[in-house]
């Protein structure tokens, strides 16, 4: 199965601030099934992206996906207050479906 | 509007079975695919299957094959987990979310249910 291992663990900022989350795929995965996954505490995930750079309906264009060989990142260029979250990536392209471990960004 | 709604809370003791239901509404229950994903408190996500509601076709991650079904019910629009054989690591919130495809994005999520394996 592919395993998805996500970096940092935890990332210290503070509003304003540039976020850069981390994804790398343990095997050739093809972007269009990489995704990003936005929790907060108590509740269901909330889909960010899709297909490795797409943002999903509704999401602020401050949330950005790209990639660059096994590693995909995603970017909050400008972090508001309500983007201190868990956020986790997920690859569709191979059963099973397997998720990372999440990157938890918490104010700083 | 699109809403996948769970049934609630359940408690069981090792051994057991548990079914825990997701009801949709809001779109076109069989254009949809339909997954089982669980969480661990203070864990992250374990993807366990998902089921086709068109033609009731499973496919199963191999961790959960021989404990997990996953079945529909298209005059309710409602699918269903059950899990068996319970142990105590089986304690998580489960979820049911849907997408479009086969190898499709996750874009709704069930709101969850706990499930607490204790004796």
């Known amino acids: 199965e592919i395993v998805l291992t996500q970096s940092p663990g935890t990332l210290s900022l503070s509003p304003g601030e540039r976020a850069t989350l981390s994804c790398r795929a343990s095997q050739s995965l093809d972007s269009t099934y990489l995704a990003w996954y936005q929790q907060k505490p108590g509740q269901a995930p909330r889909l960010l992206i899709y297909g490795a750079f797409s943002r999903a309906t509704g999401i602020p264009d401050r949330f950005s996906g790209s990639r660059s060989g096994t590693d995909f990142t995603l970017t909050i260029s400008r972090l508001e207050p309500e983007d201190f979250a868990v956020y986790y990536c997920q690859q569709y392209g191979s059963s099973p479906f397997t998720f990372g471990p999440g990157t938890k960004v918490e104010i700083k | 509007q699109v809403q996948l709604v769970q049934s609630g809370a359940e408690v069981k003791k090792p051994g057991a079975s548990v079914k825990v239901s997701c009801k949709a509404s809001?779109?076109?229950?069989?254009?949809?695919?339909m997954h089982w994903v669980r969480q661990a408190p203070g864990q992250g996500f374990e993807w366990m299957g998902m089921?086709?509601?068109?033609?009731?076709?499973?496919n199963y991650a191999q961790k959960f094959q021989g404990r997990v079904t996953m079945t529909r019910d298209t005059s309710t629009s409602t699918v269903y987990m059950e899990l068996s054989s319970l142990r105590s690591e089986d304690t998580a919130v489960y979820y049911c979310?849907?997408?479009?495809?086969?190898?499709?994005?996750?874009?709704?999520w069930g709101q969850g249910t706990m499930v607490t394996v204790s004796s």
């Open positions: 809001g779109y076109t229950f069989t254009n949809y695919y």
């Open positions: 089921i086709n509601p068109r033609g009731a076709n499973t």
């Open positions: 979310a849907r997408s479009s495809g086969y190898y499709e994005e996750i874009d709704i």
